[in-house]
């Protein structure tokens, strides 16, 4: 039962919840510490108002990521709750009904920005983070149970879909890039022979660069927020120290007036790059583009799929898998080593 007194507590800060968590844009991690904000953090679902209940569990449960997980989450929350706002209904009252039909939109109508829609890896990450929120709204007592517990996810293929560049193409990246200026060069050069997210070379400073046992290493900040080091190629550390030129201070990448270097000014800068190589579907490369390719290419190279994997950063082999477009390559077939030692036997 709900006292008065605890109800009165709560409509004393129902304002706050409407303004601090319209469309799930609240970072709980960055509140700052007053009552209010205590009171959002460890306010029972129960005694909040109907309609600040899904925003206060939306932000709850995005409390528990960040960086490009929340980024991603937090626009996946903010997409379904908007497209709930236009049926009238509330995300906690939604059945499996909605969610089947909000997949199925998510399949078949062409987004604003693509002019496509949703492939089936998005569908699938964005139902994986639905799941998850209303898993987190059945802890908290918000819902009388998950209703994505038996909605269908689409199957993603076994190959990623973005694009990768061969070999040759690689090195048209490399020349084009380290023409093009020793930021474009270095960017290039550490995304494509080190595997990085776009998101780690950006977001790492120059205090990170360090010789770790005779091997000059890179700390990023990966998924989760894991620290981890990792070894950066002769070109690539040359090429960063020719940009740095000196510089010991402040983000590893910056714009021209100190500032570090967005995700979107380089994703925009490589893009660039791709059509000045000549490089094929240049307009459909992005940074992920070049992740891809390291581990195409190493594997060609002949790098172990574990140590492929392990700087990458993947948790799961398949999904190395996934990005290795070579893996089909008849020249790799295990058929032509079994047969070689057969015959020598």
């Known amino acids: 039962m709900i006292h008065r007194g605890q109800r009165s507590e709560a409509d004393k800060h129902d304002g706050y919840f409407r303004r601090a968590v319209a469309a799930a844009s609240t970072d709980l991690a960055r509140l700052d510490a007053t009552p209010a904000a205590a009171a959002l953090l460890t306010t029972p679902v129960a005694l909040m108002s109907a309609e600040v209940r899904a925003p206060v569990i939306a932000a709850r449960f995005l409390a528990q990521y960040a960086g490009h997980t929340l980024t991603a989450y937090r626009r ?46 998005t569908v699938a990450r964005t139902l994986a983070c639905l799941s998850g929120f209303y898993a987190y709204a059945d802890s908290e007592g918000a819902v009388a149970r998950n209703p994505m517990t038996h909605v269908r996810r689409p199957k993603v293929g076994q190959d990623s879909q973005t694009l990768g560049l061969d070999r040759s193409e690689a090195r048209l990246l490399l020349d084009r890039a380290g023409k093009d200026g020793p930021r474009s060069a270095a960017l ?104 891809h390719t390291f581990v195409t290419l190493a594997r060609e190279a002949g790098v172990p799929l574990e140590d492929v994997q392990d700087a990458v950063g993947h948790a799961d082999p398949r999904t190395t898998r996934r990005y290795d477009r070579a893996r089909h390559n008849l020249d790799r077939s295990p058929a032509y080593a079994l047969g070689a030692f057969l015959a020598a036997a």
């Open 76 to 121: 996946d929350v903010t997409g379904y709750s908007s497209w709930l706002a236009g049926l009238g209904i509330d995300p906690l009252a939604a059945t499996r009904a909605t969610l089947d039909v909000y997949a199925r939109q998510l399949a078949e109508t062409p987004r604003p920005a693509t002019g496509r829609p949703a492939s089936p890896a």
């Open 188 to 291: 290039v050069v550490v995304l494509l022979t080190g595997g990085l997210r776009v998101g780690e070379a950006l977001g790492s400073d120059v205090a990170d660069l360090a010789v770790a046992r005779g091997h000059r290493v890179l700390t990023v900040t990966r998924k989760g927020g894991a620290r981890r080091q990792l070894v950066l190629a002769p070109a690539a550390a040359d090429a960063v120290e020719r940009y740095l030129a000196g510089r010991t201070t402040g983000p590893l990448f910056v714009t021209a007036s100190g500032l570090r270097w967005t995700a979107g000014e380089a994703y925009l800068t490589v893009r660039r790059l791709a059509r000045g190589a000549g490089v094929a579907n240049a307009e459909k490369i992005t940074p992920h583009s070049l992740r």
